[in-house]
């Protein structure tokens, strides 16, 4: 099993840039297809992006297609999300989750390990 760490959030204009990291520990991260989800206060937990175990393949809500790019280091243990052209509704709490399964999924059922989670604050 993994555990995992989220960091990089914080506060940044519309039309800026962030990356957050998910560092995870455990030996079976390699293992793992990763994804990214965003929960905004009063809103269900919403999917933003997946990536399989080796990085062959991406998946993206639309809301953040061509803006957000997922990738990671499987040497370094670490799952990133790459955010640009930020806008005020990308606001929320940004999780990294870890599922088992053999394909990615867009599904929060699929994912069996969270992080605690961190904000982005997008203001206009």
């Known amino acids: 099993q993994v555990q995992l760490v989220e960091s990089g959030g914080g506060l940044v204009q519309a039309g800026g840039s962030l990356r957050l990291s998910c560092a995870a520990s455990?030996?079976?991260?390699?293992?793992?297809?990763m994804g990214w989800f965003r929960q905004a206060p009063g809103s269900e937990r919403e999917f933003v992006a997946w990536?399989?175990?080796?990085?062959?393949?991406?998946y993206y809500a639309d809301s953040v297609k061509g803006r957000f790019t997922i990738s990671r280091d499987n040497a370094k243990n670490t799952v990133y999300l790459q955010m640009n052209s930020l806008k005020p509704e990308d606001t929320a709490v940004y999780y990294c989750a870890a599922s088992p399964r053999l394909t990615g999924s867009s599904d929060y059922h699929a994912y069996d390990t969270w992080g605690q989670g961190t904000q982005v604050t997008v203001s206009s």
């Open positions: 990536i399989t175990w080796s990085a062959s393949r991406e």
């Open positions: 455990g030996r079976s991260f390699s293992s793992y297809n």
